[in-house]
């Protein structure tokens, strides 16, 4: 069975550059290196840039699992806590531009 999943949060605008290269390392390795994630998107909100949703689909539990535990996104997600992270979003959906796919 399929698994989808979605985040979406606010950075702090002073963590732009350093998030985004962030998502485009994880997307990369993402799209290498883990055959059962079968799509994972980072859509940037157009009005709002400092808003961000990952849009993520798994083949199973254990292909989430790899994704969610192992490297690199351990240590990018501690890397993008740390430099950018302010807030969960919690607003209704508005025009996205995908940053990355």
């Known amino acids: 069975m399929t698994?989808?999943?979605?985040?979406?949060?606010?950075?702090?605008?002073?963590?732009?550059?350093a998030c985004k290269e962030v998502i485009r390392e994880t997307v990369a390795y993402t799209k290498e290196h883990e055959p059962g994630t079968l799509m994972y998107l980072v859509l940037q909100e157009a009005e709002n840039p400092a808003n961000f949703v990952h849009i993520?689909?798994?083949?199973?539990?254990a292909a989430l699992e790899r994704h969610v535990t192992g490297e690199p996104m351990l240590?990018?997600?501690?890397?993008?806590?740390?430099?950018?992270?302010t807030r969960p979003l919690n607003k209704g959906p508005?025009?996205?531009?995908?940053?990355s796919t």
């Open 75 to 85: 240590t990018n997600i501690q890397k993008a806590d740390q430099a950018s992270k």
């Open 56 to 61: 993520s689909a798994y083949s199973d539990e």
């Open 3 to 17: 698994i989808f999943r979605t985040a979406k949060y606010t950075i702090r605008p002073e963590a732009m550059e």
């Open 94 to 99: 508005g025009r996205r531009e995908r940053i």
